[in-house]
């Protein structure tokens, strides 16, 4: 399931590709989200989770670097996992060990909820925001179709954007984003972060 990716995974191509029958799969899940589930779960058995080291910005930017990578390594998992509804245990546990470092260092439980979610859905649109705009053939072509209505001052700043390199667009939003968390959430003996 890995290997074939979220954005085309089916029991049949997970099927076809280990040659066995559509079938003979029912054996170890029920359906697609099942097979979903245990993807994402033997994905988090794959990749290194962040350190929990440090002050709070520092975890929270290698939260949404983890996130970012994942997504772009992955095209397609969040859309699989919202499609779901469920969410896989090791996810689960990572959730809880983020928000329990989150209040060892200050945060009161909601805030450090909020600032992880924060992060994360960040990470995860601008994951696939730019996997979509690198997919393209010609990113120019496309910025300049996008730019053109705007006027000459807004057309040159969407130019940038588009053309900028993903992760560089959204590394600039993470540091307003982690501003912001520091400015309304995080507790004040942590706020600088």
Do not use: C
């Not at 794959?46 to 390594?73: C, K, N, S």
């Not at 072509?141 to 588009?162: F, I, R, V, Y």
């Amino acid at each position: 399931a890995l290997d074939i990716g979220f954005d085309q995974l089916t029991l049949i191509a997970v099927a076809s590709r280990l040659g066995v029958s559509h079938a003979a799969l029912y054996t170890y899940v029920r359906d697609r989200d099942d097979l979903v589930i245990a993807a994402i779960d033997r994905l988090s058995e794959r990749v290194d989770l962040p350190d929990q080291v440090g002050a709070w910005r520092d975890y929270l930017r290698a939260e949404a670097m983890f996130i970012w990578e994942v997504f772009r390594a992955y095209p397609g998992v969040a859309e699989a996992l919202g499609e779901t509804g469920q969410a896989p245990g090791n996810f689960q546990a990572h959730l809880v060990r983020a928000h329990d470092y989150l209040v060892s260092l200050g945060f009161e439980p909601q805030p450090a909820f909020l600032a992880l979610d924060m992060v994360w859905d960040l990470a995860g649109d601008a994951a696939k925001r730019g996997t979509d705009l690198e997919r393209r053939i010609d990113r120019e072509q496309l910025a300049s179709l996008w730019s053109e209505p705007l006027g000459d001052g807004l057309a040159d700043l969407m130019m940038q954007a588009m053309l900028t390199e993903p992760v560089v667009w959204f590394e600039a939003k993470l540091d307003i984003v982690l501003a912001g968390i520091g400015a309304t959430l995080a507790p004040s003996s942590a706020s600088s972060g």
